[in-house]
């Protein structure tokens, strides 16, 4: 397993559950390794794995293009590689994750009823070309679109980061100070850097904040009414997936092309539900 990067609480999440997972089945013998958010080392480590002539590969894609021609060289050497939670454009033999567009379509719907379909929206990217970003950023669009009377006001990258996002969210708030209504980031870290930021300025009580992954910081923070939303995506339901569809590969069993886990919404009415 080559994992993007596991300075992330997800990225150690998938780690953790994928782990788990092997160890449960009993027969797997399992190696994960942290690509840190590099796609040229990413392709070094399913390299690797080939040349170690693994029976599997698990990769969860740093980006959609730069990590193509490791599906390729992998299917070149015989081996079945799956994708986890991240795409790449050349197909795989499996795909276990989920829609990123339906993420964002959640997260943005949640905000145009909040707001009564008007106001003024920023949104933060991860990193740019990868699947959750391009995705997220198209369903979030999708949604602006059918909301012609909500503006967004400003768009930039701060890469997942937490404090990447606090100083890009001070930016913005001395740019556009009262008239904004609402941030969308997508993903929790940058939500709770952007968080921080209307914190401090004494505007959060003003501003929707709503981020994507419900990690545990994340559930914490909607908990205390601090954060609007999350949305959450099931790690756990993605490392098992993709570690069973591993075996039944390596074995010459035939699995879905596809296994799609659902988001979920989670506001305070129900993040009990999910807080661990």
Not at 111 to 117: H, M
Not at 211 to 221: R, T
């Amino acid at each position: 397993v080559t994992l993007m990067d596991f300075s992330t609480e997800f990225g150690i999440g998938l780690k953790d559950y994928m782990t788990a997972k092997a160890d449960a089945m009993g027969d797997v013998e399992l190696t994960v390794v942290d690509a840190g958010g590099d796609a040229a080392k990413q392709l070094q480590q399913v390299e690797t794995f080939i040349s170690q002539k693994v029976d599997a590969i698990i990769m969860q894609p740093q980006e959609q293009e730069a990590c193509s021609p490791a599906i390729d060289k992998a299917k070149a050497a015989g081996i079945p590689i799956i994708n986890c939670n991240s795409l790449t454009i050349t197909e795989p033999d499996a795909y276990v994750g989920s829609n990123d567009s339906e993420s964002a379509e959640i997260a943005m719907t949640y905000i145009a009823e909040q707001l009564g379909g008007k106001g003024n929206v920023l949104m933060m990217h991860g990193h740019p070309g990868q699947t959750a970003e391009v995705k997220r950023t198209e369903g979030a669009m999708d949604i602006l679109a059918q909301n012609p009377d909500m503006t967004l006001l400003d768009e930039q990258t701060a890469d997942w980061d937490r404090a990447e996002a606090m100083t890009l969210m001070e930016n913005w708030i001395q740019a556009y100070g009262d008239q904004i209504n609402a941030v969308f980031c997508q993903n929790d870290e940058m939500a709770l850097g952007a968080l921080n930021a209307l914190v401090q300025a004494g505007k959060k009580d003003n501003v929707l904040v709503v981020g994507v992954d419900a990690i545990d910081d994340a559930l914490q923070s909607v908990k205390d009414g601090k954060m609007d939303a999350t949305v959450y995506q099931d790690c756990k339901g993605q490392a098992e997936g993709a570690i069973e569809a591993a075996y039944k590969l390596a074995k010459g069993e035939s699995v879905e092309k596809e296994i799609l886990i659902p988001f979920i919404l989670v506001t305070t009415e129900n993040v009990d539900e999910y807080l661990k």
